[in-house]
């Protein structure tokens, strides 16, 4: 499944992913135990490599990449992946 964020990142998602167990544990756990699962969440959505992509999307002009504007690109990327699945997150 192919998708653009609003602030312009393009993913490739196997659409299987949404179906994942690990996945969706890593995700529900991110959301309502522990924020550190999203390092992992990331990594089981878009692999090594979008990963990577999206770090340097999210670099900011001081080199920082904030941790706040990733985890709202995954949440935008996970809310697009939902709908064009019909399902919920």
């Not at 550190?36 to 959505?45: A, Y």
């Amino acid at each position: 499944m192919k998708g653009k964020t609003k602030s312009g990142f393009n993913f490739d998602i196997d659409k299987e992913v949404l179906e994942d167990y690990e996945f969706l544990d890593s995700w529900a756990t991110a959301q309502y135990e522990d924020n550190n699962k999203i390092f992992q969440t990331i990594t089981l959505l878009l692999g090594d490599q979008q990963k990577k992509k999206l770090i340097e999307h999210c670099r900011n002009e001081k080199g920082r990449v904030p941790v706040t504007t990733v985890t709202n690109e995954v949440t935008e990327i996970i809310d697009i992946l939902s709908e064009e699945e019909g399902t919920k997150k």
